[in-house]
């Protein structure tokens, strides 16, 4: 995989979301599949799948976010002239 160009600030960002979903959002769908188990059967428990279904898309995005920071070139944007920082976030949002 090739480097993803971002900013501090993109970097900054992508880390505290990592540190949200993995301390705060994790633990609160484990907690949540617990007790939509103890509900019994799981076959028409709405509760479990919703939960279930958070925890894939949870850890898919940690996931994307751990890729993209392995991957990362942090450009500080303050050493680039004007012209070229254009064309830098031009790269960058072309996404």
């Given at each position: ?39 019994g ?20 995005r ?19 002239e ?14």
């Amino acid at each position: 995989m090739s480097k993803i160009p971002m900013t501090k600030a993109g970097e900054d960002a992508l880390r505290t979301e990592l540190s949200r979903l993995k301390q705060i959002e994790r633990p609160r769908i484990i907690q949540a599949i617990a007790e939509a188990r103890e509900h019994g059967d799981l076959k028409e428990n709405a509760e479990y799948h919703a939960a279930r279904e958070q925890q894939g898309f949870c850890e898919g995005r940690i996931k994307d976010i751990e890729a993209k920071l392995s991957h990362a070139q942090v450009i500080d944007i303050s050493h680039i002239e004007n012209g070229r920082r254009q064309d830098f976030w031009r790269h960058c949002h072309a996404d």
